[in-house]
């Protein structure tokens, strides 16, 4: 069975760093493309991060390039994205999930088939 599992949030203030982990079973991640989104309360789910072995470098959405970086560890499965520079707009629910490929539409979340159940960040000013 395929199952994302997203953790590592937290309440932290603003500057501070988080690392999330998305822990995957069922499939290999090295075979995959993994994201990370985003989403508040009234606002649609933005794509944060995407990483894939097939895509050389990471995707990143503008506000975030330089703060985060998303890294795969494939011995343990896991992919993590390391949260820095917090500001209080960054405070969400972070979801993993799974596509085959990055790509230029890697933000657009049609394209993907499993969801991590989210990781909650709140970024204190």
């Known amino acids: 069975e395929v199952q994302l599992q997203a953790s590592g949030g937290g309440l932290v203030k603003a500057g501070g760093s988080l690392r999330l982990s998305c822990a995957a079973s069922g499939f290999a991640v090295d075979d995959y493309a993994i994201s990370w989104f985003r989403q508040v309360p009234g606002k649609g789910r933005e794509g944060v991060s995407c990483i894939s072995k097939n895509d050389g470098n990471p995707y990143y959405e503008a506000s975030v390039k330089g703060r985060f970086t998303t890294s795969s560890d494939n011995a343990k499965n896991v992919v993590h994205l390391q949260l820095s520079a917090l500001t209080p707009e960054d405070t969400a629910v972070y979801y993993c999930?799974?596509?085959?490929?990055?790509?230029?539409?890697?933000?657009?979340?049609?394209?993907?088939?499993?969801w991590g159940q989210g990781t909650l960040v709140t970024v204190s000013s």
């Open positions: 999930a799974r596509t085959k490929l990055c790509g230029s539409l890697w933000y657009v979340h049609g394209h993907y088939d499993y």
